[in-house]
T-cell receptor, first 113, second 115 residues
């Protein structure tokens, strides 16, 4: 079945440093979504990418979808302590279960002030 | 408006007992998902309901797990003869699967502890 891998599993940064997490799928995706889960909270939707090579920005966050639609990345510029949490990518491979997402294992981000 | 709600928020049960977890999705959302999240781990897909289609049960870990959904509303996840390895947070999410955009809205989860 479809697999979505995320790296790194953990990332510790000093406040002000940049952060990137990478997501790779074993199959071509119709779209990819990113979620953030704060410690003790539940995942919250950040963004969805649909088009090959798409790049979207939300303030200090930049999301990219690969040309082959099998990989994606999330880059945070100048991290802040409010960025702490786990970042998940989730891909939809299409097929019979339309709308079903496969989540990556997540990258746990720690920001040291 | 109201988000996804789940009950109970916490459940402690003895090994071997059955438990029922409830999820109230956002009104009008056609899709409903159940996930399991063990401490410090990712989201493990359990089951997916979409409209009137047969549910995708491919993630249920054993026949002790089952779920039902009444139309496009409430869903219950039942775990029979609970085991200690069932201890986890069970998250429910709903989405309006229409067109190309269908973000998932998660509930706060039910923390299940099997003693």
């Amino acid at each position: 079945g479809q697999q979505v891998m995320q790296i790194p599993q953990y990332q510790h940064v000093q406040e002000g440093e940049d952060f990137t997490t990478y997501c790779n799928s074993s199959t071509t995706l119709s779209n990819i979504q990113w979620y953030k889960q704060r410690p003790g909270g539940h995942p919250v939707f950040l963004i969805q990418l649909v088009k090959s090579g798409e790049v979207k920005k939300q303030k200090r966050l930049t999301f990219q979808f690969g040309e082959a639609k099998k990989n994606s990345s999330l880059h945070i510029t100048a991290t802040q302590t409010t960025d702490v949490g786990t970042y998940f990518c989730a891909g939809d491979a299409g097929g019979t279960s339309y709308g079903k997402l496969t989540f990556g294992q997540g990258t746990i981000l720690t920001v040291h002030p | 408006g109201a988000g996804v709600s789940q009950s109970p928020s916490n459940k402690v049960t003895e090994k071997g007992k059955d438990v029922e977890l409830r999820c109230d999705p956002i009104s009008g959302h056609t899709a409903l998902y159940w996930y399991r999240q063990r401490l410090g781990q990712g989201l493990e897909f359990l089951i997916y309901f979409q409209g009137n289609s047969a549910p995708d049960k491919s993630g249920l870990p054993s026949d002790r797990f089952s779920a039902e959904r009444t139309g496009e509303s409430v869903s219950t996840l039942t775990i029979q003869r609970t085991q200690q390895e069932d201890s986890a947070v069970y998250l429910c999410a709903s989405s309006l699967v229409a067109g190309a955009t269908y973000e998932q809205y998660f509930g706060p989860g039910t923390r299940l502890t099997v003693t």
